[in-house]
């Protein structure tokens, strides 16, 4: 590979403060050492693009940057074994689009490790409209799964549930065989969330429960949820026996005011999803559900597309919860 191949990239300039996003060249040359060169055809946008393009220091340390923490494409160049030119790869999550340059340019370098090569039944594409998002909602179900959660009468609350970990874990669940409660601040979108597989939906107040009560009438077998706040809080008080909580966002807030009663009256489990840094063996078992039995049927109705010209009036709107489902970005 001619390491001053030009290729096409968003890039993120810190000026003085201000954090300027434009979609610029970049060389071969320019990506950092790895294992294997991958030609992306494939991204997606998630929040944490978003707060790395808008120069959130706790994600993306130094600029300028290419964000993107979701690639899926072809191999180019491979120095080691595990993967040969021509293999359909995906990665997701590690370093890639927070310190390493990411999938918001057409070719990332990155080391083994981090690399799924693609499953049969999926496509590229189909690969990106899960993403970390897809991902996320499958690992914080097979965690509810470990944890004791069976199919049941009963139902499995998902909040935020526009978003893409909430649209995504909407129609997994469903696909799964689960009762799903939707719960969202877009009330307009009740035809979309019902066409992905809710059997009920929920204004948001309805999850947001603001008295002083340390427990709550107890309505669900589990919950995935994705805004953090009072909502997680609230979720957590109204969680049947037993059951189980999967917490993977904070869009409404990072703070979790609790009192310990739902965990020692209740024995409510809070489960923790971390889908960057989940172990290899555990993502390669995800991926493949995915791919087979708890792939949906309508992927169709979850994505838009957009370039990369198109993607930077994607990122306020996605920071501001204007966006239903996921944004693929077609390279």
């Given amino acids: 590979m001619d390491n001053y191949k030009k290729f ?5 300039e810190e000026d003085d403060g201000n954090f300027n996003i434009k979609i610029d060249e970049k060389t071969i040359n320019d990506l950092p050492s790895g294992d294997v060169l991958i030609r992306v055809k494939y991204s997606s946008l998630n929040y944490k693009d978003a707060l790395s393009a808008t120069g ?5 340390r130094k600029y300028p940057h290419t964000p993107g923490i979701d690639a899926a494409g072809v191999v180019e160049e491979s120095s080691v074994n595990d993967f040969i030119i021509g293999d359909e790869v995906i990665v997701t999550g590690f370093d890639l689009g927070m310190n390493t340059s990411g999938g918001f340019g ?3 370098r990155v080391p083994k490790e981090w690399i799924v090569k693609l499953p049969k039944g999926l496509s590229l594409k189909e690969s990106m409209i899960f993403g970390t998002a897809g991902f996320t909602a499958a690992l914080a179900l097979e965690k509810l799964e470990g944890n004791g959660l069976k199919k049941s009468e009963g139902e499995v609350l998902v909040t935020g549930a526009t978003g893409g970990v909430g649209s995504l874990a909407v129609t997994i669940l469903s696909k799964a065989g689960y009762n799903v409660a939707a719960a969202t601040g877009k009330i307009d979108k009740e035809n979309f969330l019902k066409s992905i597989g809710a059997k009920k939906i929920l204004k948001r107040e309805d999850a947001d429960n603001s008295s002083s009560k340390a427990l709550l009438k107890t309505k669900w077998d589990a919950v995935i949820d994705t805004v953090g ?18 917490t993977c966002g904070l869009t409404q807030s990072p703070i979790l005011n609790s009192t310990v009663y739902p965990f020692i009256l209740r024995g409510v489990n809070l489960l ?17 559900k995915l791919s087979a039995e708890w792939k949906p049927d309508n992927l169709n109705l979850i994505y838009q597309e957009c370039s990369l010209e ?13 966006i239903t489902g996921r944004i693929v970005v077609i390279h």
């Fill in 272 to 288: 923790g999803i971390d889908s960057a840094h989940c172990e290899m063996d555990l993502r390669f078992k995800i991926w493949n």
């Fill in 229 to 246: 706040g009072n909502i997680l809080a609230t979720s957590i008080k109204s969680t049947k026996y037993n059951g189980s909580v999967a």
């Fill in 106 to 108: 057409e070719y990332i």
């Fill in 310 to 322: 198109e993607l930077k009036s994607k990122v306020d709107l996605i920071l501001n919860g204007k």
């Fill in 56 to 60: 959130n220091k706790g994600v993306t």
């Fill in 8 to 12: 096409k990239a968003m890039l993120v």
